[in-house]
């Protein structure tokens, strides 16, 4: 379990939300399979809401912009940084690319979108009144961030570059990861795609939400107009499942304990 009420250090992963054609649809959703409550940002802010639980930010959800009508659904990862523009530059100096430069978000912080080298896009945000994630590591927060894709080799040396990720590479046997460090302490991962998963399939940054029952939750998910891409599963860190949403936005679940959040 990890409260936060300052901001996260520099390069770790500190908040996600979903753009969705349909908000409401996503509050229907989201709400029924992790209990989340909302909070609407108002018309200045778009409309966008803080989904909470216990009152402690969680995540958010945003609609699709009009003139961006057919967009897929989609979780974000945001990387947390204390200085917006310097870590622009370090994204473009290392072969990255900026999606969207970076922008005031009212009093909440500032915000930026790019892409690694692979293709992987995640947000950057620089605290204001808004720091991230106040609440992670619990049944309905985010439990892991990372970053999959096609060429692991590229997007590790763009990340150690980039963010100055240190790296535990578990690499073996075929398959390709390294946990993602940040002065000793882990905060995410990358890894390859394995080679059974559609060529159509972007490089990514996956969001893994906490559940305290994975195969309950993916019928939940199912019930609730979902779709499963990867059955549940054991792995050394809780039991694992793929799905998506009632909009098509893909994410991940991980058991984790409820009194704990390990």
């Known amino acids: 379990m990890t409260f936060r009420d300052s901001p996260w250090p520099d390069g770790t992963p500190c908040w996600a ?17 992790f209990g ?27 609609g699709i912009p009009p003139d961006q009508a057919g967009m897929p659904a989609a979780w974000t990862t945001y990387l947390a940084t204390s200085d917006i523009d310097k870590s622009v530059d370090a994204v473009g100096a290392a072969g990255g690319q900026i999606m969207m430069p970076p922008m005031d978000v009212l009093a909440a912080g ?32 985010m439990a892991w961030n990372e970053c999959m894709t096609r060429d692991f080799d590229t997007a590790k040396a763009f990340y150690g570059d980039a ?5 535990d590479d578990m690499s073996a046997g075929g398959f390709s990861y390294a946990t993602i460090k940040i002065n ?53 860190y809780g039991r694992v499942a793929q799905v998506t949403d009632n909009q098509g936005a893909a994410l991940m679940l991980v058991s984790i ?3 704990t959040g390990g």
């Open 17 to 33: 939300d979903l753009m969705v054609p349909d908000p409401r649809m996503a509050m229907d959703f989201y709400g029924a399979l």
């Open 36 to 62: 989340w409550t909302f909070a609407d940002q108002g018309d200045e802010a778009g409309n966008y809401l803080m989904c909470t639980i216990d009152g402690r930010a969680v995540a958010g959800i945003g």
């Open 110 to 141: 500032k915000m930026a979108i790019t892409a690694d080298p692979t293709g992987a896009a995640f947000g950057l945000w620089q605290a204001g009144e808004h720091f991230g994630a106040a609440l992670a590591n619990v049944p309905g927060a």
């Open 163 to 167: 963010f100055g990720y240190e790296f």
């Open 184 to 236: 000793g302490e882990v905060v995410g991962g990358v890894g390859g795609l394995p080679g059974e998963v559609p060529a159509e399939v972007p490089a990514h940054w996956s969001t893994y939400f906490g559940v305290v029952d994975t195969d309950a939750a993916v019928a939940k998910v199912t019930q609730l107009g979902g779709d499963v891409l990867r059955a549940p599963a054991d792995s050394p």
């Open 257 to 259: 304990d409820e009194a």
